[in-house]
């Protein structure tokens, strides 16, 4: 009688492993653009519609209750490519009108718009990963 044992191959898991993890942050990617994308959606529905003129470091404007807002943090590097005195559509706050943005697509929906594509790019990598495996 011959003596048989069974040969247990070991699989080589760590494609299994770097799928899951690439999966795993692609959903934290995904929600982090959601986050931002749910949080400017609130924001531009509960904001006021106003136009700021570009100044040197600051965009200025004039709230509905006629204040004069100066805006500097976050824009500097927008208000480089606008010219001195130009005007801009912004969206404030009303409650805190120095909590303003650039209303435009790119000061709004670029930053989630492209976390959440590349969420959905690392958990596309991550199946394909696992499936290949």
Request: aromatic share 12%; hydrophobic share 45%; no cysteine.
């Amino acid at each position: 009688m011959e003596n048989s044992y069974a040969v247990y191959e070991k699989k080589d898991n760590s494609k299994l492993v770097i799928g899951a993890i690439f999966i795993i942050l692609g959903m934290v990617l995904i929600i982090i653009g959601l986050f931002f994308l749910i949080t400017n959606l609130n924001f531009a529905n509960n904001s006021t519609l106003v136009t700021g003129t570009i100044s040197d470091n600051y965009i200025k404007f004039n709230t509905n209750n006629f204040k004069e807002v100066k805006v500097t943090s976050g824009y500097i590097n927008i208000v480089t490519k606008f010219a001195k005195s130009s005007n801009v559509d912004l969206i404030y706050n009303p409650s805190n009108p120095q909590d303003a943005k650039i209303n435009s697509f790119n000061s709004l929906w670029t930053i989630p718009g492209l976390i959440l594509i590349m969420g959905l790019i690392t958990i596309f990598a991550g199946i394909y990963t696992v499936v290949k495996n």
